[in-house]
């Protein structure tokens, strides 16, 4: 089985600030790694993901990702934050090998202030 | 916009009501995942179905059930509503070679508020 931790509930950050949300999971097996985003009253939205290859993956919106494998850590970044990034981001994970469910991470609420 | 609708997007039951939530997958997609969010926590798991088949499901009791039909569209019921069930359930579709979402990315609606009263 796997298992997301995020460990920070909620980010504030001021505009054009830079800003690291963190996350890190457990598993027995290899996964694939996601990033959403969830903007009040809506549904989830895909940032980026990572499959295979390159550890650091680009997304949407200016966002990056790196896996750290050693870590079991996929921390989410951005160099420039602005007011409209304000919204709930979400790390996940699935086992690779697996035809099974996507499990979600608590959650971070990021805000930005202006 | 992903091309997932779900509906309705906001209903109001008290206790020990039924629910039916729909569903309408993104064309080509043969993979439906329902999520249960409650205020403030991530997506939880419910069921997915796979060619009209529950392949998979959370830690849910019975009286949370689905369909899929041909057209990959689906429904979720709840029967014996509770306090509890208050949430923002989310369908999710996505492309699958054999049950479970390609690569694992999933194509979100914009999710049915229920409140229970």
């Known amino acids: 089985a796997q298992s997301v931790t995020q460990l920070d509930s909620q980010v504030p950050v001021f505009e054009e600030a830079p800003v690291e949300l963190r996350c890190n999971y457990s598993?027995?097996?290899?996964?694939?790694l996601f990033w959403y985003v969830q903007y009040p009253n809506q549904g989830l939205q895909l940032l980026l993901k990572?499959?295979?290859?390159?550890?650091l993956v680009k997304g949407i919106n200016g966002f990056e990702a790196e896996f750290n494998k050693s870590q079991t850590s996929f921390h989410l970044r951005k160099p420039s934050v602005h007011i409209s990034d304000t919204a709930e981001y979400f790390c996940?994970?699935?086992?690779?090998?697996?035809?099974?469910?996507?499990?979600f991470g608590p959650g971070t609420s990021l805000s930005v202030i202006p | 916009e992903t091309g997932v609708t779900q509906s309705p997007t906001h209903l109001i039951k008290t206790r020990g009501q039924q629910v039916t939530l729909r569903c309408s997958s993104q064309?080509?997609?043969?993979?439906v995942s329902w999520y249960q969010q409650a205020l403030g926590q991530g997506p939880q798991f419910i069921f997915q179905?796979?060619?009209?088949?529950?392949?998979g499901r959370g830690n849910f009791p019975p009286r949370f059930s689905g369909l899929q039909f041909p057209n990959y569209s689906s429904e979720l019921n709840v029967n014996a509503l509770e306090l509890d069930d208050s949430a923002l359930y989310l369908c999710?579709?996505?492309?699958?070679?054999?049950?479970?979402?390609?690569?694992?990315?999933?194509?979100f609606g914009e999710g049915s508020r229920l409140t229970v009263l």
């Open positions: 999710a579709s996505s492309t699958s070679r054999s049950g479970g979402p390609k690569n694992g990315e999933l194509f």
């Open positions: 598993s027995s097996v290899s996964v694939y």
């Open positions: 990572y499959l295979s290859g390159s550890t």
């Open positions: 996940a994970v699935i086992a690779r090998t697996s035809y099974d469910k996507v499990i």
């Open positions: 064309s080509g997609h043969n993979t």
């Open positions: 179905y796979y060619r009209e088949e529950e392949n």
